[in-house]
């Protein structure tokens, strides 16, 4: 029978295969993963890259939500919502100006939105979505930069494709960030497109089943450790 030790029994035998720890920079194919707490980030620049075309993320929605990921990555810190998104945002107006999306429940889309605005960006769209084939969510457009326009109408899909739709129908796309990789939905979809992932993720063992997708796919895996930023 499975045990929950470490998170094994969520997210399976990854990390013992690709051991992944905090402080290293793991680059697979032309990808490059970082595990990584953002509230502790000032710069992103142990990805070797100050510039990003594209950042594609799906953030905890709430406080309470935070909460239970660093209590699934066995921390005892908690954070609160409001500084997490800004540091999130504050890390995407400095290294991806460009075009973002950002998935959010309702709770606190307006804050986001808000939030995107104070910090002289421009939220192009907001889209309703699903997650999980029914519930509601949303997806924010923004930029920092001056935005082109996309016709594209993202209302009603699932955010299983969401991350696909987006990266085809943006234009000049060849590098995506996601600080909140997870199990990698945004790096895999970014891979099967040819676009180069650059990923950061709290759970060491969720950012492993991303680097386990890559090596399945015979991608070459290079660790370095890095010094802390
Ligand atoms: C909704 S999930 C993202 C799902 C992802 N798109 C996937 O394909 O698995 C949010 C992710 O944010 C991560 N996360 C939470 N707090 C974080 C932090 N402070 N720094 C980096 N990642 C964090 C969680 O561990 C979780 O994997």
Request: neutral net charge; charged residues 25%.
């Amino acid at each position: 029978m499975k045990t929950f030790e470490d998170g094994k029994w969520l997210y399976g035998d990854s990390w013992e295969k690709f051991p992944i720890e905090d402080g290293q920079v793991w680059r697979v194919g032309k990808n490059t993963l970082a595990v990584k707490d953002l509230t502790e980030l000032n710069s992103l620049e142990f990805f070797g890259q100050n510039a990003f075309d594209m950042s594609y993320i799906d953030p905890p929605w709430n406080t309470g939500n935070i909460n239970s990921f660093y209590t699934k990555a066995g921390f005892q810190d908690k954070r609160e919502f409001n500084s997490f998104i800004e540091k999130l945002m504050l890390l995407v107006k400095t290294y991806s100006p460009k075009i973002n999306y950002v998935e959010m429940g309702s709770q606190n889309l307006d804050y986001v939105k808000d939030l995107i605005t104070q910090l002289n960006g421009i939220v192009t769209n907001t889209w309703k979505i699903k997650y999980y084939h029914k519930n509601p969510c949303f997806l924010v457009r923004y930029s920092f930069d001056s935005p082109t326009k996309i016709d594209f109408d993202f209302t009603g899909i699932d955010d299983d494709f969401t991350p696909r739709f987006a990266m085809q129908y943006e234009k000049n796309i060849n590098s995506v960030l996601d600080l909140c990789t997870g199990r990698g939905l945004t790096g895999r979809t970014a891979h099967s497109l040819g676009k180069t992932f650059y990923g950061t993720e709290l759970n060491k063992r969720r950012l492993a089943c991303l680097i386990d997708y890559y090596h399945q796919q015979g991608l070459i895996i290079n660790k370095s450790t890095q010094r802390d930023y």
